[in-house]
């Protein structure tokens, strides 16, 4: 860790009532087990106390972790205020289905110093949630946006899904336009992909289903940051929205920043100087190998100068801010504009990319193909 650089702390809550049609992240109905990962969790919080000393963010994803009572929570975040040094001014998120929560349980969360929250809303309407598997109806993610204001969050982030069957330009823009009604202060709008082995690619198998073509996934892309953007909303990230610089996500750009994080829990995964790490996924090895004083990694890499180098660059291109192109040439003594002057050259010339005030940033056009643009 560079000096006076905080990490972040990501905590897998690998619980589920139910599993969502589109969803590949780790996760089980079983909820008997909540008490033993608790246990487990803490066993590798102490493990991790003389690597990771200081985080300025906490993320408790899944998972669905508004499964847990609060007083579970409250277990998991005095664990980790023991075990490490927190930042007076975290940014403490927690994930939340609009289905599982109300007033009482959402003041509860603020008491414990929990400071922002990410609703899971997915689309105001019943029809498409239905159809991707999420449990909450339209009028549940109204009443959790009321209920979190009224226990006193002010930094309110909503996820939203796009590009999915019964869905089209014109009522994906009624949605975004009532997202902005809400004022949430920040918005994650993502293309639905469809990963092998889950409930909806079987569903578009069998029904013979179609993603969006490039045309209209594109378009999907420019219509999202034109109505967000006149709504006020500022576009950071590529799928990412913020109504103010000091409400991104602070946690979410130690990823983009390449910065360090722990990830704590089955299936999670850590980051720090040139190395990656990830556990296992059963939760039932994750709790057996910590009951037996092994941690569960599942495996680990070190990544190599050119790899590092690589990852930097195509995270930076994700996000408006783009490359520091003095601090790039300092870490890893390449001069970008002088090494790819002709590749850079051309996409300035069609629109991709610009360089302003130090920085190489991609346009509206270039983040639109983000993933492409780290491939020169």
């Not at 997915?122 to 209920?147: V, Y």
């Not at 009224?150 to 019964?166: E, K, P, R």
């Amino acid at each position: 860790m560079r000096k006076n650089e905080q990490a972040g702390l990501y905590i897998h809550i690998p619980f589920c009532k139910s599993k969502c049609g589109y969803c590949s992240f780790y996760s089980i109905k079983s909820l008997n087990l909540i008490p033993n990962f608790i246990k487990a969790l803490n066993k590798e919080m102490k493990f991790y106390g003389k690597i990771f000393k200081s985080f300025d963010t906490i993320y408790l994803g899944g998972g669905t972790p508004s499964l847990l009572s609060a007083q579970q929570i409250e277990t998991i975040l005095k664990s980790a205020g023991k075990l490490y040094k927190i930042d007076p001014h975290a940014e403490i998120t927690l994930e939340v289905n609009p289905g599982d929560v109300s007033l009482e349980y959402f003041r509860a969360l603020h008491c414990l110093g929990i400071n922002r929250l990410n609703i899971g809303i997915q689309s105001f309407d019943n029809q498409l949630l239905k159809f991707i598997g999420r449990r909450h109806s339209a009028r549940n993610a109204l009443a959790s946006m009321d209920a979190a204001r009224n226990a006193g969050f002010t930094n309110i982030g909503i996820d939203l899904i796009y590009g999915v069957q019964h869905q089209n330009l014109q009522s994906w823009g009624k949605t975004l336009q009532k997202a902005i009604t809400l004022k949430p202060e920040h918005i994650s709008c993502y293309q639905l992909s469809l990963a092998p082995k889950t409930p909806l690619y079987r569903a578009y198998s069998e029904q013979e289903l179609k993603l969006p073509s490039n045309e209209q996934q594109a378009k999907y892309f420019f219509n999202t940051a034109e109505i967000l953007e006149n709504g006020g909303y500022l576009h950071y990230e590529v799928s990412n929205f913020a109504r103010e610089e000091n409400v991104k996500s602070k946690h979410n750009m130690k990823y983009w920043q390449h910065a360090p994080y722990l990830g704590l829990g089955p299936a999670a995964h850590s980051f720090l100087g040139n190395k990656r790490w990830w556990n296992k996924s059963a939760i039932t090895s994750y709790i057996k190998d910590l009951s037996q004083g092994k941690m569960p990694l599942e495996e680990q890499e070190l990544l190599a100068s050119a790899q590092l180098q690589f990852e930097a660059f195509f995270l930076a291109l994700r996000t408006h801010a783009g490359i520091d192109l003095n601090l790039y040439k300092t870490k890893y003594a390449t001069d970008l504009l002088e090494d790819k002057k002709s590749i850079i050259g051309s996409l300035i010339e069609n629109d991709l990319v610009e360089i302003k005030d130090g920085f190489l940033r991609p346009t509206r056009a270039g983040m639109a193909v983000a993933d492409s643009l780290a491939l020169i």
